[in-house]
Nanobody, 123 residues
Framework: VQLQASGGGLVQAGDSLRLSCVAS????????VGWFRQAPGKDREFVAT????????SYSDSVRGRFAVSRDNAKNTVFLQMNSLKSDDTADYYC?????????????????WGQGTLVTVSS
């Protein structure tokens, strides 16, 4: 399976961005998907996750209320809507899929990873 993340860019604090993660080579609708991010000099951290059906989501404390994860299984795509962006949100954002339908905030539970898409928020 291949995951392709896109939608990153340079924005100002307070702006919004929507990231997309498109899967190929696999029945994506059976997989839970997570978003993670890695800021320069820091470890990768959990951002959000969504179950295979889309009925269950979870967020890190730092993004809850500002970010929203959703999916369109017909298009093999998961989205991360990011609102009220802050400079602390600057990072490479990665999507990952796990071979079970249930969510997880632990990166070791994910089997497939896409390349990162860079989000830079200027203050």
């Amino acid at each position: 399976v291949q995951l392709q993340a896109s939608g990153g860019g340079l924005v100002q604090a307070g702006d919004s961005l929507r990231l997309s993660c498109v899967a190929s080579g696999r029945t994506f609708s059976r997989d839970a998907v997570g978003w993670f991010r890695q800021a320069p000099g820091k470890d990768r951290e959990f951002v959000a996750t969504i179950s295979a059906s889309g009925g269950s989501t979870s967020y890190s404390d730092s993004v809850r209320g500002r970010f929203a994860v959703s999916r369109d299984n017909a298009k093999n795509t998961v989205f991360l809507q990011m609102n009220s962006l802050k400079s602390d949100d600057t990072a490479d954002y990665y999507c990952a899929a796990r071979d079970v339908p249930h969510t997880s905030n632990n990166e070791i539970h994910y089997d497939f990873w896409g390349q990162g898409t860079l989000v830079t928020v200027s203050s």
